[in-house]
């Protein structure tokens, strides 16, 4: 579904979860509170609770999204998944003010829920409902919760982003500011995974289980955010031009896949070329799965361009680019190299190879 302009995304994975909350409710939670709550009842008080719950971190990460989308970062899409939501934003905060406002709105806005939540639990509302009370009460509660854990200082957590942006803020340096919150990002992780082992020697293997690999969730993403700044760091700044290889080994467009196969993919180490108009200008690109899709009867009179993907739908780089969004680029159109275009001519070609060289070489010399 779609809120303000916002895809909102179910993985798979949440159905699992959401199917665990809902047994956990239904089974331990309302039960334990109230003996007299049962069977179908306790099953349909926990689905409600559960789908409450879901629409309170919607709610959380809807937050998030439009706060960024204010800073003029857009947020194509927030995602549902095994370890809550995730708002997935087109690009990084643009400075220290940004971020920290991106990242508070949401812990508050949990605790502004538990507020909501407890405040109707003190009217006679809820009791019109069977349950209702019990549900009432649990959001409250949950929400609290995950308002208090969320401001955890550590990334990739809420709290680890409002302590980036105050150590961006001091220190005036995205890359060294995400260092540190990741760190503390790790530890959290670790600490989360080591009370999940606690737990689980003291026999609550759920719950425990359920906290370490919450630990081993938040200690991979610290990890990975913080590679992903040093990249940006690094890669940022180098134009395509000065990477790309500037012979292209270009195939024309008239050519049968014949030729294609004998004379190009025989002979170089690609999956896929760039094609040409005969006077240099990109006509698109075609793959060697593209040339699987035809019989091999009709290889001699087919011609390239009618297997191609054309121009218009092919990635391209322009040479001004810098790399590190050239990459971003090859990792969204999952390509291992891009032709590199100038007003419709080709004038290179940049593999994700060249791009990692580029990298090493940057942080071999501590750049
Ligand atoms: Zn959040």
Request: with cysteine.
């Amino acid at each position: 579904m779609r809120i303000a302009g916002i895809r909102i995304v179910i993985d798979p994975t949440w159905l699992f979860v959401f199917a665990l909350v809902v047994w956990s409710l239904a089974t331990g939670y309302f039960p334990a509170a109230d003996a007299s709550i049962t069977g179908a009842e306790a099953w349909t008080l926990g689905a409600v609770a559960g789908v409450l719950l879901f629409a309170s971190v919607l709610v959380h990460e809807l937050s998030h999204a439009l706060l960024a989308r204010r800073a003029g970062i857009p947020v194509p899409r927030i995602r549902l998944f095994l370890f809550g939501g995730v708002s997935e934003m087109a690009a990084e905060p643009h400075n220290p003010r940004s971020e920290f406002r991106i990242a508070v709105a949401g812990p508050l806005t949990s605790i502004s829920l538990a507020a909501l939540f407890w405040g109707l639990q003190r009217t006679a509302l809820p009791s019109l409902v069977p349950g209702g009370p019990l549900v009432v009460e649990y959001l409250a509660t949950i929400n609290l919760a995950l308002g208090i854990f969320n401001l955890v200082p550590g990334f990739p957590l809420d709290g680890g982003r409002i302590l980036r942006a105050w150590l961006w803020w001091r220190r005036r340096d995205l890359l060294s500011a995400t260092r540190t919150a990741g760190r503390a990002g790790s530890v959290v992780g670790y600490a989360l995974m080591g009370l999940g082992l606690v737990s689980l020697i003291k026999g609550a293997t759920l719950g425990g289980m359920w906290m370490i690999l919450i630990g081993m969730f938040l200690n991979q993403a610290a990890g990975s955010s913080y590679q992903t700044a040093l990249l940006k760091d690094l890669l940022s700044g180098v134009r395509v031009r000065e990477r790309m290889t500037r012979e292209v080994i270009a195939v024309p467009a008239h050519a049968s896949l014949e030729e294609l196969v004998n004379d190009y993919f025989y002979r170089h180490p690609h999956g896929s070329f760039p094609v040409s108009w005969g006077d240099g200008r990109l006509a698109g690109m075609v793959s060697l799965e593209q040339v699987k899709s035809v019989p091999r009867d009709d290889w001699v009179r087919m011609p390239v361009r009618q297997v191609m993907t054309p121009a218009e739908g092919v990635c391209a780089l322009d040479p001004e680019e810098d790399c590190f969004a050239a990459l971003e680029k090859m990792i969204r159109c999952d390509a291992g190299r891009l032709p590199v275009v100038d007003s419709g001519e080709i004038v290179g070609i940049l593999s994700r190879r060249d791009v990692m060289k580029l990298f090493q070489v940057r942080s071999g010399l501590g750049a």
